[in-house]
Nanobody
């Protein structure tokens, strides 16, 4: 099982990045995919998640990223994307993707303990 994030980097405030999470080794569309982030000195927080396609592609966004970030999944490529626009310095963090087996109450997936597999993370740095 492997989750590999890519697409992080250094960007100026107001800029954009697209993170990718490429999955292998498990039945991708049976899993909820979430993006979490951890800034220095802070706890990890859930940024966004997307349900299985059979559940209608439900999405969740942290309030502070609503309207700026968009999550999507391409099941043919076993990949989830996080398009991040209008980036702010406070978005600076290591971003992780995670996969949690689906079928449980959607709200429970806010808890990172619902996730079975994690990527290694990708650094996003937004300069002011």
């Amino acid at each position: 099982v492997q989750l590999v994030e890519s697409g992080g980097g250094l960007v100026q405030a107001g800029g954009s990045l697209r993170l990718s999470c490429a999955a292998s080794g498990f039945t991708f569309d049976e899993y909820i995919i979430g993006w979490f982030r951890q800034a220095p000195g802070k706890e990890r927080e859930g940024v966004s998640r997307i349900s299985r396609s059979r559940s209608g592609g439900l999405t969740y966004y942290l309030d502070s990223v609503k309207g700026r970030f968009t999550i999507s999944r391409d099941n043919a490529k076993n990949t989830v994307y996080l398009q991040m626009n209008s980036l702010k310095p406070e978005d600076t963090a290591v971003y992780y993707c995670a996969a949690g087996f689906g079928g449980r109450n959607w709200a429970r997936y806010q808890d990172e303990r619902m996730y079975d597999y994690w990527g290694q993370g990708t650094q996003v740095t937004v300069s002011s």
